[in-house]
Each structure stands twice: as structure tokens, then as C-alpha cells.
């Protein structure tokens, strides 16, 4: 059964470190998202992205958040300079149509990033 | 702005109780609901979903009804397993193309022999 991949598991950075998280989507699917779980609370979303470009952020993906489809598998995000209330896990999903209710979303198992 | 809101956790039960979690919601126009489950260790995988009003999802002996009148989508089940111990996650989408969901807090569920 195919399935959204996500390296790596668990990660450890320092303060101020950048960071990129990666995510292999499933193959034949063309909208791709981050969303974020801080210990105890929501999933929140980051971002979604759509024919190469982001199509919708949330107030959480500012300037030190960034994404990329690399290569033609690949989708990664990327914190430049890592804060300590950026430690959650980070799930990438990804979806073959844009609208809710054709598509199911189909989730990573997460990547758990520690920033000491 | 959208928003779901799930009861609190954990739910403690015994096997062959019945499970309801309460979820309600805040939205402009008609959402699609929708309940996501996530076992220990792996990641959220779609439980069931409804995308208009009066519609009931069902999966796995879990249910849901999407209430417009009350704004809530309660998951239940008549009997619950220990395989169903888990956190559960209701969310919604505003069915425009591209549109993130969004989740609530998550409910855990913890289910003993």
C-alpha cells in the first residue's frame, strides 16, 4: 500500500541550527502539506503546496519556515534558525485532489524535532 | 475563523463499553468533518468522513452524524476493543480546493481487558 515517508524520525538541534525535514509523498499526488504538534496540544497546520508554489500558509509558517519540491519526490521543510518553542512533531501529508471531500489525506508517521 | 473543539481526554474504558467523544465545530458554510485516528507509534490515518449535512460516516463499527443544526460530528461505537486504544482527531475543510484541514486537540483513548 503505498504511504507518505518522513525522515528523520526524531531530530535534535541545537538553538539558532537550520533544520530540514523531508517527506516522500505519495507518487501520483499533487497537493502536499506540513502540519505541526506541539507536545499536549493541536495539529496545527504550516502550509500547503500546489503545483510547485504554496498555495496556503497559516500564520505559524513565517519567515524562518520555507519549502521545496526538490525533485520530482521530495518535499521538504526547512526552519533556518531553530527556536526552543519549535520543538513538536512534524507531520507531512499529502493529498491527490485539492478538494476535502474527493481526496483523502494521507499522513507521515512524523518527525519529532528537539531543539535544546 | 474555522475551529473544532474535542472533548477533553484521556477516556478511560473497558472493552465492550460504548465510546463517545464529543466534537463540535465553527465554520463559515457547509464543511466537510471528518474523524482521523492515530495508533501508537504511526501516523494519522482517515477514520470516517461526512461532507454535508445529515451524512453519516461510518468505519471499523465507529460512526459519526453531521449535525448542522447542533455544528457537531460525536464519534461513537457500540463495543470498543483494546485495539482501538488511540488518539482521535476530528476536523474539518472548507471544500475549497486546495484548503488545509483543521484538527482538534485530539482525544485519547485508552481501552482495557
Known amino acids: 500500500e503505498p504511504e507518505v515517508t518522513q525522515t528523520p524520525s526524531h531530530q535534535v538541534t541545537q538553538m539558532g541550527q537550520e533544520v530540514i525535514l523531508r517527506c516522500v509523498p505519495i507518487s501520483n499526488h499533487l497537493y502536499f502539506y506540513w502540519y505541526r504538534q506541539i507536545l499536549g496540544q493541536k495539529v496545527e497546520f504550516l502550509v500547503s503546496f500546489y503545483n510547485n508554489e504554496i498555495s496556503e500558509k497559516s500564520e505559524i509558517f513565517d519567515d524562518q519556515f520555507s519549502v521545496e519540491r526538490p525533485d520530482g519526490s521530495n518535499f521538504t521543510l526547512k526552519i533556518r534558525s531553530t527556536k526552543l518553542e519549535d520543538s513538536a512533531m512534524y507531520f507531512c501529508?499529502?493529498?491527490?485532489?485539492?478538494?476535502?471531500?474527493?481526496?483523502?489525506?494521507?499522513f507521515g508517521e512524523g518527525s519529532r524535532l528537539t531543539v535544546l | 475563523g474555522n475551529s473544532v473543539t474535542q472533548m477533553e481526554g484521556p477516556v478511560t474504558l473497558s472493552e465492550e463499553a460504548f465510546l463517545t467523544i464529543n466534537c463540535t465545530y465553527t465554520a463559515t458554510g457547509y464543511p466537510s468533518l471528518f474523524w482521523y485516528v492515530q495508533y501508537p507509534g504511526e501516523g494519522l490515518q482517515l477514520l470516517l468522513k461526512?461532507?454535508?449535512?445529515?451524512d453519516k460516516g461510518s468505519n471499523k463499527g465507529f460512526e459519526a452524524t453531521y449535525r448542522k443544526e447542533t455544528t457537531s460530528f460525536h464519534l461513537e461505537k457500540g463495543s470498543v476493543q483494546v485495539s482501538d486504544s488511540a488518539v482521535y482527531f476530528c476536523a474539518l475543510s472548507s471544500n475549497q480546493a486546495g484548503t488545509a484541514l483543521i484538527f482538534g486537540k485530539g482525544t485519547t483513548l485508552s481501552v482495557s481487558s
Open positions: 461526512a461532507t454535508k449535512a445529515d
Open positions: 501529508a499529502s493529498r491527490i485532489s485539492g478538494r476535502a471531500e474527493a481526496g483523502e489525506l494521507f
